[in-house]
């Protein structure tokens, strides 16, 4: 569960603030959507959740703990094990293969076998299994984002937070995000989204809309 309790944001050289004392609760379970129009503040919102944008004022409590009164340690713990987050443009390393990005944070802890073995099960489930040995300017947007998104839910968060996930996408192929999503959700996972994508309504628990700031 990941509650965000009055956060306020600004970034410094706006004159404007980006978010205003915003409450969601996401309940394990749970697909929340964030929405609203271009600019509004979704993505911020996002890293603030992520736990990668300290707010000016809040907290952001994952299970009951502010996380961002967390020591460094403790915080990337977070980063690695429990708060996932696929952010709106594309991160994968260029110098690595699909898998390689994919496994490439955990094989230092884990088997590397059993990292594969995992990596191409949930490709598989996203239509991407064979894109494993290619390199990330090989793929489509479409496929880089499902790539991202198998990294994201590799060692199985328990917030997965995921920005745009289906924007620019065909029906066919944002519909497959969307159930993967759900799915995600459904094994009590918390799952959080900046969505334009008006499907998002015939999977999300709940719609949160972030009004563009007037002052
Ligand atoms: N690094 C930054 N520095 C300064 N201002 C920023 C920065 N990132 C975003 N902004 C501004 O903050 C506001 C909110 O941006 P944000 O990216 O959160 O919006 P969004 O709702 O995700 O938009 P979109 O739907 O286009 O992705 C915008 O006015 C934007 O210009
Ligand atoms: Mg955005």
Redesign the pocket.
Known sequence: MLISENISFR????K?Q?LSDLNVKTDDGDLTAVM??????????LAVMAGILKPDQGKVLFNGEDIYSLDDRKLSDIHLRHISYVP?SNIMLKHLTVIENIICAFKETEDEGTLKERALALMDKLGISELGEKFPYELSGGELKRASLVRAVLMSPDILIA??PTTGLDKVTGDRILNFLREYADGKRSVLV?T?DEHIKDYADKIVT?ERSLR
């Not at 609203?36 to 919102?45: I, L, M, Q, R």
């Open positions: 970034y410094r050289k706006n404007k980006t609203g129009e271009s600019g509004s503040g979704k993505s911020t919102f709106q920005d745009e900046a334009h972030i």
